[in-house]
């Protein structure tokens, strides 16, 4: 059935050529691409409007750490002649407000199924289709599914006992209630100090009557150096956007910045300590892929940035214990997902402000007035939970998702996932995944690393209908060579020392019996390496598929 087809309306149609799981920026964009090519699209939205992360994560001081001009769609070219960003790094409303508003200039809204989260899908190995159950109960067929589902958009929370007793007002950032909530004059507890919580801590301090913070590790955070954007600023930027957009797709990971080619070695100690200040004073990520490359590759080079950012926390921070405390002895700078900030070591001055180190003083239970350590109760009005995701893998295993011979992910991804290219799972055909685990789609500034990926995968779906294929599976030993690359790659960095998300390690054991397998989730090559690998199957006929016509 394709587009043309109008024996039934939108909303009474079960039956399409592609299913799209996600309306968030990923989402957005694949449900454009393939309508423009003429196919029937139907995509299933958990949430109640568009915009996937930028809808669900409304808590205090969420707000990008990508510029914001770098951060939107290269498509909408008439968003780009009118749409003003207000700030350098834009806040959680105004982003929603930007992916609302392309939803309504290109009329995204009318294929979207929203308030309907996907519990479940099987493969039909008679008719080569996917059968897609949702919570509404309402069930949908299509002959080819796209996974939106996004890298961080499962959210977990600690192995806490009497983790429901508390009575107070309890919220995961990730879940952020749309209305107000407000926190001033309470006694606020907020866990964990990852990136989410980095935001949402500097902003909770200014209100709460008090704010005590448990933090399991310290993470190296930077400056934001957030500015206004002026009409003049604005007129340039946008002056300079089809070189902007070319330009992005050939940086590491779609950021302004880039690694510097020359290395920390090539400087005296003197320039190289200038060259750290001139980062440090810089926007953004310009202190972490702006540096010179070596930090990413060589301990001694990172440990010099490392030496100049702990001079600068006890710069900020009032009390040596304190400073101590904030500073990083288990990582080298950028193995973990670098947080950016503005105010957040200053907070800790703050009389009304407590840290808590769980290493030092563990919490034993959640009670119903708060909280149980080692040393005593502290009471709280709110408990605030960020602690993060169970990151690229996470949404798509809550699915039920069984393909043929009756496997489910959960069981094919039972010692960690494995893709081919990070699109495709053996064993599940006519299922691809945009985002998910050891691909670079969303892997950094995502709309600049989602697009030319969706864009390949819009070209493969077309050429699916135009030349009638039926199935489409990755081979099994395409995806064991692909996963032992990313694996091996992986292991070689610097990131391979350190406990991250990236290896899933913020994830605790459900059976101690059997250990987790230590895999990477990620993807550790360059975008453009990325993006020309995928092009190079298109022009050589999709090897390391299994095509049944």
Known sequence: MTA?????????????????????????????????EGLSVRVLEAGSDVGGTWHWNRYPGAR?????????????????????WSELFAGQPELERYYQTVADRYDLRRDIEFDTRVTAMAFDEQANTWTVTTDTGKTFVAPLVITCTGVLSAPIYPHIPGID??????????????????????????IGTGATGIQAITEVAKTAGHLTVFQRTANWAVPLRNQAMTPERMAEIRAGYPDMFENLQHTFSGFLHDWDPVPTTAYTPEELQERFQQAWNGPGFAKWMGLPNDIASSAEANQKWCDFLVERIRERVTDPATAALLTPNDHYFGTKRVPCESGYYEVFNQDNVDLISLKQNPILEITETGVRTETGDIDADVIIFATGFEAFSGALKRIDITGVGGITLEQAWSDGPVTYLGVQVAGFPNLFIMGGPHGKGGHGNGPRCAEKVQEWMTDFAKHI???????????????????DEVQERAMKGLMAQTKSAFFGDNLADDDPAKPRKRTYLAYVGALDEYVDRLKNLTKNGYPGFVITS
Do not use: C
């Open 4 to 36: 043309t087809e109008t024996a039934t309306t939108a909303t009474e149609k079960t039956t399409f050529d592609v299913l799209v799981i996600g309306a968030g920026i990923s989402g957005m964009y694949q449900l454009h691409l393939l309508r423009e």
């Open 64 to 84: 990008l750490d990508s510029e914001s001009y770098s951060y939107q769609y290269a498509f909408a070219t008439d968003m780009l002649e009118d749409w003003d």
């Open 165 to 190: 007793r508390f009575k107070g007002e309890r919220y995961h950032t990730a879940l952020w209630p749309a209305e107000t909530v407000t926190l001033e004059n309470k006694k606020v507890i907020v």
């Open 465 to 483: 209908f135009d030349e009638s294929i039926v199935r489409v599976e990755a081979d099994p030993a395409a995806q064991r060579e692909w996963s």
